[in-house]
């Protein structure tokens, strides 16, 4: 079986790794990759907007599934295109994108399935926005409808803040993503991301993991893509991941398949854990980046059999094992992210950092310059281990990153420090 995948981050790396040890695999490419994917994968200098030169390329490559990293092509429709060209995709179609594509969509589903998220009110124009923010309770939350690239949030502190976000918004701040408006409720407690894989009709969860969003120590600083992640999470116990299931995510799956919009892929909800139980922040229809690198050092079963039988519609009769130990991940970025990250500095030491037990590193922007390899991006690698306890993992993962010689790069030191604090304090 051959897999092309589509990204470049360090999602597709961790995928790409998966996918490398499946016994079904026959070749793997992906497009347009980075340099560590290139290690493992023939990488193709695609642009995956195209979806005519993806087809294409899947041809020329005798691909039997393609694999959507990114949402952005998944809501302008890539797996309807390239399922119209007869090809296997896993990822949803354009309508079941919606669900990461407009915020405003996923919240009246809610209302309409009783899928507990915050109250909320959608405006086209910026004197209604304005008019009802005003009479909320602050903070208040306001959100741009469409994709923002993780920029479309702002938690407005202060009635000012909310106006100028809302004008921000509408004065094209977004683009085209900030044409509607969502105003919400703000939710208090404990985040976490969750993940399942659903075929249309059944959902298998794949657990959950928590990142850190704020680019410094002590969870300060700008808001980023995240800069590290563990798993499992600790406030997703048992009982909480079933209240999940029960609550939010089968109910959106039999939702979606009535409404004759099937959700095929993986599904992934930001949820607030709050005094009254799980409630959803928002969907994405993709893995997380960086909590797919942690889910995939612990899955233990082929990812491309579950991959298949998501798309094939039989997760029904599919199970997954997974490793009983915790992963965690800690972000490199380059120096300047998230504003303007410098390119182009060296990196040195990756085959002495991979050399610590339990250490898997993931690329997320790089490229290389002859023998020489150099950061692309503004996250540029996820230091991954796995270990018997979070802790552990952590400890496995800063002493990888010390054997890293970047001087160009930074990352946070306290990755995973709620889940450690609970784990000492269970001691
Ligand atoms: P999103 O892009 O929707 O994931 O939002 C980015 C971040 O904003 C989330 O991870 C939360 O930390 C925060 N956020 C979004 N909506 C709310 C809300 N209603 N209440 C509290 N925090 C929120
Ligand atoms: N790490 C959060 C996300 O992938 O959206």
Same mark, same amino acid.
């Given at each position: 079986?051959?897999?092309?995948?589509?990204?470049?981050?360090?999602?597709?790396?961790?995928?790409?790794?998966?996918?490398?040890?499946?016994?079904?695999?026959?070749?793997?490419?992906?497009?347009?990759?980075?340099?560590?994917?290139?290690?493992?994968?023939?990488? &193709?200098?695609?642009?995956?907007?195209?979806?005519?030169?993806?087809?294409?390329?899947?041809?020329?490559?005798?691909?039997?599934?393609?694999?959507?990293?990114? @949402?952005?092509?998944?809501?302008?429709?890539?797996?309807?295109?390239?399922?119209?060209?007869? $090809?296997?995709?896993?990822?949803?179609?354009?309508?079941?994108?919606?669900? *990461?594509?407009?915020?405003?969509?996923?919240?009246?589903?809610?209302?309409?399935?009783?899928?507990?998220?915050?109250?909320?009110?959608?405006?086209?124009?910026?004197?209604?926005?304005?008019?009802?923010?005003?009479?909320?309770?602050?903070?208040?939350?306001?959100?741009?409808?469409?994709?923002?690239?993780?920029?479309?949030?702002?938690?407005?502190?202060?009635?000012?803040?909310?106006?100028?976000?809302?004008?921000?918004?509408?004065?094209?701040?977004?683009?085209?993503?900030?044409?509607? &408006?969502?105003? *919400? @409720?703000?939710?208090?407690?404990?985040?976490?991301? $969750?993940?399942?894989?659903?075929?249309?009709?059944?959902?298998?969860?794949?657990?959950?993991?928590?990142?850190?969003?704020?680019?410094?120590?002590?969870?300060?600083?700008?808001?980023?893509?995240?800069?590290?992640?563990? %798993?499992?999470?600790?406030?997703?116990?048992?009982?909480?991941?079933?209240?999940?299931?029960?609550?939010?995510?089968?109910?959106?799956?039999?939702?979606?398949?009535?409404?004759?919009?099937?959700?095929?892929?993986?599904? $992934?909800?930001?949820?607030?854990?709050?005094? *009254?139980?799980?409630?959803?922040?928002?969907?994405?229809?993709?893995?997380?980046?960086?909590?797919?690198?942690?889910?995939? &050092?612990?899955?233990? %079963?082929?990812?491309?059999?579950?991959?298949?039988?998501?798309?094939?519609?039989?997760?029904?009769? $599919?199970?997954?094992?997974?490793?009983?130990?915790?992963?965690?991940?800690?972000?490199?970025?380059?120096?300047?992210?998230?504003?303007?990250? @410098?390119?182009?500095?060296?990196?040195?030491?990756?085959?002495?950092?991979?050399?610590?037990?339990?250490? *898997?590193?993931?690329?997320?922007?790089?490229?290389?310059?002859?023998?020489?390899?150099?950061?692309?991006?503004?996250?540029?690698?996820?230091?991954?281990?796995?270990?018997? %306890?979070?802790?552990?993992?952590?400890?496995?993962?800063? @002493?990888?990153?010390?054997?890293?010689?970047?001087?160009?790069?930074?990352?946070?030191?306290?990755?995973?420090?709620?889940?450690?604090?609970?784990?000492?304090?269970?001691?």
């Amino acid at each position: 079986m051959n897999v092309l995948l589509l990204g470049s981050g360090g999602r597709e790396h961790a995928l790409a790794w998966a996918l490398a040890a499946s016994p079904l695999l026959g070749t793997l490419a992906c497009a347009p990759g980075n340099a560590g994917i290139a290690e493992i994968a023939r990488c &193709v200098p695609l642009d995956i907007t195209d979806h005519a030169a993806i087809a294409c390329c899947c041809r020329e490559h005798r691909i039997d599934l393609v694999v959507v990293g990114p @949402e952005a092509p998944l809501v302008a429709g890539v797996a309807d295109d390239l399922a119209a060209a007869g $090809f296997k995709v896993f990822g949803p179609s354009r309508a079941a994108a919606r669900l *990461e594509g407009s915020k405003g969509f996923t919240k009246d589903l809610c209302r309409d399935l009783g899928i507990p998220t915050a109250a909320y009110a959608r405006f086209a124009d910026a004197a209604a926005a304005k008019a009802h923010a005003a009479r909320q309770q602050l903070p208040v939350v306001v959100k741009a409808d469409g994709l923002a690239a993780g920029k479309g949030v702002i938690i407005a502190e202060t009635r000012g803040a909310a106006d100028e976000a809302i004008d921000a918004c509408f004065g094209g701040s977004f683009g085209a993503a900030g044409a509607e &408006v969502v105003i *919400e @409720e703000f939710l208090e407690g404990e985040e976490a991301s $969750f993940f399942a894989l659903v075929d249309g009709r059944h959902a298998l969860p794949l657990g959950a993991a928590q990142d850190h969003k704020r680019a410094f120590d002590g969870d300060q600083g700008p808001n980023t893509g995240g800069m590290g992640a563990y %798993s499992p999470a600790p406030v997703m116990t048992p009982a909480m991941s079933e209240r999940v299931m029960a609550e939010i995510i089968r109910p959106t799956v039999e939702g979606m398949a009535a409404r004759g919009t099937p959700y095929r892929g993986v599904l $992934f909800a930001g949820l607030m854990i709050t005094a *009254e139980g799980p409630k959803l922040i928002e969907y994405n229809v993709r893995f997380g980046d960086p909590e797919c690198q942690v889910l995939m &050092v612990r899955l233990k %079963s082929d990812l491309l059999a579950a991959l298949l039988a998501t798309t094939d519609g039989v997760l029904g009769n $599919f199970d997954l094992r997974w490793h009983d130990d915790a992963a965690l991940t800690v972000v490199m970025a380059a120096k300047g992210y998230p504003g303007s990250p @410098e390119k182009g500095t060296e990196i040195r030491g990756l085959d002495k950092a991979a050399e610590v037990p339990g250490v *898997e590193i993931f690329h997320a922007g790089t490229r290389r310059e002859g023998s020489r390899l150099v950061a692309d991006g503004g996250r540029v690698l996820d230091v991954t281990a796995r270990a018997p %306890s979070v802790g552990e993992a952590r400890e496995r993962a800063y @002493e990888a990153i010390r054997r890293i010689e970047w001087p160009g790069g930074f990352c946070r030191s306290d990755i995973g420090w709620r889940a450690i604090a609970r784990e000492r304090g269970s001691r």
